[in-house]
T-cell receptor, first 109, second 114 residues
Framework: EDQVTQSPEALRLQEGESSSLNCSYT??????LFWYRQDPGKGPEFLFT???AGEEKEKERLKATLTKKESFLHITAPKPEDSATYLC??????????FGAGTTVTVRA | NAGVTQTPKFQVLKTGQSMTLQCAQD?????MSWYRQDPGMGLRLIHY???????DQGEVPNGYNVSRSTTEDFPLRLLSAAPSQTSVYFC?????????????FGPGTRLTVL
């Protein structure tokens, strides 16, 4: 059974304090590893797709990386507007997505 | 484009009642899906469809029915609501089955079953 585990559950950061979120996955025939951002009361919003180990993608203060067992979302010099829940999901060989429970990031000014 | 729309935004049901959650998209996406989101458990796939007339079960299909008569609409029916179905429900759409194809999510329906 496909499994995606995210850690930590919650992360409190001071503005400018860089950190990383972890996503461990066991997904059969991984076709893609997705990162989404979810604000309270809203649906998830797409950030990145990573396809193969060693791949990296960046968007503003966010950088996602992928190994054969894990993905990391690095937040560099975060701002309060980066506060959100970050979800990762693995897409298996039947195209279904398995989501982790998410990491809730709070950035204090 | 409105993207993915869901109605209602909030709903309270009594145990045993039935209802339909509506989902529509205007992006001509073939693939549509329904998820439920519960605290600490992440999003779980209920049912999905790869095109009009084709549906299949996801991880947690019991107690739910779907149909797909048009490309745009993908309603989710609760047959006889139970307190265990209290959750936030999200509909999503994407290009069918493409590797890495981004799923667009609706704003969600918050359902409480008493």
């Amino acid at each position: 059974e496909d499994q995606v585990t995210q850690s930590p559950e919650a992360l409190r950061l001071q503005e400018g304090e860089s950190s990383s979120l972890n996503c461990s996955y066991t997904v059969s025939g991984l076709r893609g590893l997705f990162w989404y951002r979810q604000d309270p009361g809203k649906g998830p919003e797409f950030l990145f797709t990573l396809y193969s180990a060693g791949e990296e993608k960046e968007k503003e203060r966010l950088k996602a990386t992928l190994t054969k067992k894990e993905s990391f979302l690095h937040i560099t010099a975060p701002k309060p507007e980066d506060s959100a829940t970050y979800l990762c999901a693995g897409q298996s060989n039947d195209y279904k997505l398995s989501f982790g429970a998410g990491t809730t990031v709070t950035v204090r000014a | 484009n409105a993207g993915v729309t869901q109605t209602p935004k909030f709903q309270v049901l009594k145990t045993g009642q039935s209802m339909t959650l509506q989902c529509a998209q205007d992006m001509n996406h073939e693939y549509m899906s329904w998820y439920r989101q519960d605290p600490g458990m992440g999003l779980r796939l209920i049912h999905y469809s790869v095109g009009a007339g084709i549906t299949d079960q996801g991880e947690v299909p019991n107690g739910y029915n779907v149909s797909r008569s048009t490309t745009e609409d993908f309603p989710l029916r609760l047959l006889s609501a139970a307190p265990s179905q209290t959750s936030v429900y999200f509909c999503a759409s994407s290009y069918a089955g493409q590797v890495g194809s981004e799923q667009f999510f609706g704003p969600g329906t918050r359902l409480t079953v008493l």
